[in-house]
């Protein structure tokens, strides 16, 4: 079963305009980490955030984390076509040395 | 340096045979996990090793066993394959145990297609 969910499912947009992209989950965590995927490959790590931080950049993406509300979000800012792919939060769980993924956003830029 | 080698990319087989997938982590990565991806189930997580033990192991049958050798090389083996165990499966490794730090670094996968 996947530890959270992500909103929306899928996400259409311009080249150029911001993505953003939001995942809930259920219980502590250590760190909650972003991936992309390209259709049908593997994942490519994005960005870990720990649970005592609550803001990180990495170029153009940003990720926040409320522990309390037991959620994160990613912006894309300055979105282009090569952004198009699947995205999906994880986190590494206080219980567990796994991964637990949500079920991912479908992100489309359009050119 | 090399990324994570998943052999082979693509595999058909049919019910009731078995198959055995590989992996080549990172060099000097000592973890190595397997996950199981398919559009009904998402991403499901099926075992890690480290330095050749198992840690922990998903909520999956018997049917399906992983090992890891000296060199930190992982295979996965599932038997009698059923139609459901058409998926895309992923490995993943790490430096040290669990993605605690580092996050992992995933192969390409392979996909598996039981006919």
């Known amino acids: 079963s996947q530890q959270g969910e992500e909103d929306p499912q899928a996400l259409s947009i311009q080249e150029g305009e911001n993505a953003t992209m939001n995942c809930s989950y259920k219980?502590?965590?250590?760190?909650l980490q972003w991936y992309r995927q390209n259709s049908g490959r593997g994942l490519v790590h994005l960005i870990l955030?720990?649970?005592?931080?609550r803001e990180k950049h990495s170029g153009r993406l940003r990720v926040t984390l409320d522990t309390s509300k037991k959620s994160s979000s990613l912006l894309i800012t300055a979105s282009r076509a090569a952004d198009t792919a699947s995205y999906f939060c994880?986190?590494?769980?206080?219980?567990?040395?796994?991964?637990?993924f949500g079920e991912g956003t479908q992100l489309t830029v359009n050119p | 340096k090399a990324g994570v080698t998943q052999t082979p990319r693509y595999l058909i087989k049919t019910r009731g045979q078995q198959v055995t997938l590989s992996c080549s982590p990172i060099?000097?990565?000592?973890?190595v996990s397997w996950y199981q991806q398919t559009p009904g189930q998402g991403l499901q997580f099926l075992f890690e090793y480290f330095s050749e033990t198992q840690r922990n192991k998903g909520n999956f049958p018997g049917r399906f066993s992983g090992r890891q050798f000296s060199n930190s090389r992982s295979e996965m083996n599932v038997s009698t394959l059923e139609l459901g165990d058409s998926a895309l499966y992923l490995c993943?490794?790490?430096?040290?145990?669990?993605?605690?730090?580092?996050?992992?670094?995933f192969g390409s996968g392979t996909r598996l297609t039981v006919v």
């Open positions: 994880a986190t590494d769980r206080t219980s567990g040395s796994r991964l637990t």
């Open positions: 060099s000097g990565h000592r973890s």
């Open positions: 219980t502590s965590i250590n760190n």
């Open positions: 993943a490794s790490s430096l040290a145990k669990g993605p605690r730090n580092y996050g992992y670094t």
């Open positions: 955030i720990r649970s005592n931080e």
